[in-house]
């Protein structure tokens, strides 16, 4: 079952060019003007324009050509001062290798230890100086002073957590009960509960199933609200009927008393042992405004590995996000051949997006590189189209739905033996149209023909909760940035949005006059993207739930999903059915480039900041990627 939506997959006929643009070659180091201020109010603030220089010899002859091609350019309601500002960002642009991002070191846990002590009480240093230095007294007497209050207290139970992990590796509970009892806990509640139910499970796993009962009711009962995941204590419950304890899905893992007690008394003691600095690490030299200094450190390695930037600095306007500058792809770098049916979505892997992974009317999901457009890996094994994919922001997990109406979780650590680990079954329920996760990364959210959108638990493999109200099929279910919220797009022509915690709608928009195929959010969590078949996209303030302004220009009014994102903070982007790809001033929204190259309808299309590429997949079979090619013309805000 799949509604009545049309699969527009009858394109046989097409001859397919692999890498159309293979002369381009692998995408040069490329430099970016950052974008310019608004000159009036009213006045749309044009996109950013972009330069790649090939060598260093020729920067400044590219640069002043760039210049030249900016005053040529016909920009609607740019003024002379803006013209001036551009010209002079354009002039003289500072050339790096193009290998250079690469060479940045990755910002990854190995550079330091998080949870050392010594770490941890630099840290602690570091802010009470910037609170110091910013007026705020108070607040600093407040962190010093509960720091040497911890300190006090370690002094006191500091063996007694040497005593604690003994006690727990040996299996002497009683001990373990006097030390919780003597010493001052913080999370009391949670470390016992955590005692407790390591006796629960050596009870059940010596087959002690009238003690552990009575462990279960005299001591975790009355603890249950400090289970580490909802359903833990259900499934401790369930070890009472089971014959092992891996036959309850919490603890699959469970690989013995003597491996439990280890894990346990590691856990515990990194809760209660403070962090404990020598003297000499308290008299270290302090340097003035550590704290800005280390985030301006790190906006410049954003800078110097991301794939565009100017040679004037630009200014940062937030913390928040990593530094990414607007870009506007004028040219086709890539045409990824190999699907045998149209590709309805597509998704980059990792936090580089070295890689994409696209979803087909073949039944296949593929792994391509974006810098060879060589498919890497085919993952199969569902039996019907491919509606949405997603993948976890290290790039380890895709996520696939599909109108056999499972979704499938694959594990993708190795490319080239990608692996289904799990596959959710809906009760044959209808196409699955859309899957996506939470932000941490903890749950599935799932949604598609039945009218229903499901909250799929990934540690417990359970749906933990069911979202009903809409009429017809749900085209797109996401999360909003904090998690407490989930925002659908309809058939029905509304979108909703619903508590997360008791799945009931909070609010209900009907504003399209067409069926609502897509839903998504800006980075900062505060806009949201809608796209109809009614030849709109529309952007909505979450905080007041008003709509802002209406993007038109493309089609969208037959029986496909046609979906739009964000581009950055400043441009939206979205597919339409005349094989176009548009981009829109988010702002003015005028459109700011028409990007030609599929024979078919544009599902979908996905913005890279990293390599500063986009990525659209079509009805024509292929996957293109789009890139700032500074030999052709720029037809930008036209």
Known sequence: MSDDIEDSSNVSDLTHSHNRNAHLGRTTYTHAAPRAAETGAGQPTPATYLQTLPSDSAAMQVGDAAAAAARDTKLQHTGPDMMKELEKQLHGLHYHHAER???????????????SPRIRRDIVRIIAQYLESQGYTSTRVTLYDEANVKQQRENNYISDVVRLRAAILDGEWGEVDRICSSTYLKDKKHILYNVYKQQYLELIDDCESQKAFSMLNKYLKPLESQQSFQGEFRDLCYLLTTKSIQDAPAFRNWDGIASSREKLAEYLQNILEFEIVGRDSEQQYLKPNRLVTL???????????????????????TLLNDY??????????FSFVGHLGNIKCTAYVGQYGRYVASGSSDNTIRIWDTETSECITTLRGHTSRIWDICVDRDGTTLISASGDCTVKIWDIRDLHKPQC????????????????????ESHIIMAGYDHTIRLYDRV???????????????????????GNLIISGSKDQTI????????????????????????ATSDSGMLLLSSSKDNSNRLWDLRSLKRLCRYKGHQNTSKNFIRSSFIGDSLVVGGSEDGTVYIWDRESTKIVQRLNGHQ???????????????????????????????????????
């Open 101 to 115: 991002s690469r060479l940045c070191t990755e910002a990854s846990t190995e550079l330091f230890d998080a949870d």
């Open 324 to 333: 990414a500058p607007v870009v506007v792809p004028n040219a086709e770098q």
């Open 600 to 638: 078919g309808i544009v599902y979908d299309a996905r913005w890279n900041p990293k390599q500063g590429i986009l990525c659209s997949a079509s009805d024509d079979w292929t996957l293109k990627t789009w890139w700032f090619d500074p030999n052709k013309p720029n037809n930008a805000l036209l």
């Open 496 to 519: 909703r949005f619903w508590d997360i915690m008791s799945g009931t709608c909070v609010k209900n928009l009907r504003s399209h006059l067409g069926e609502v195929t897509s839903v």
């Open 460 to 482: 417990t493999g359970q749906v933990v909760q069911t979202f009903h109200g809409h009429d017809l099929s749900v085209a797109q279910a996401v999360s909003n940035p904090l």
């Open 421 to 440: 680990i799990s596959t959710v079954a809906t009760d044959n329920c209808g196409d699955i149209y859309s899957v996506s996760l939470n932000p941490l």
């Open 295 to 317: 985030l301006r450190q790190a906006v410049a390695y954003q800078i110097e590995s991301c794939q565009y930037h100017s040679e004037a600095l630009p200014m940062v306007p």
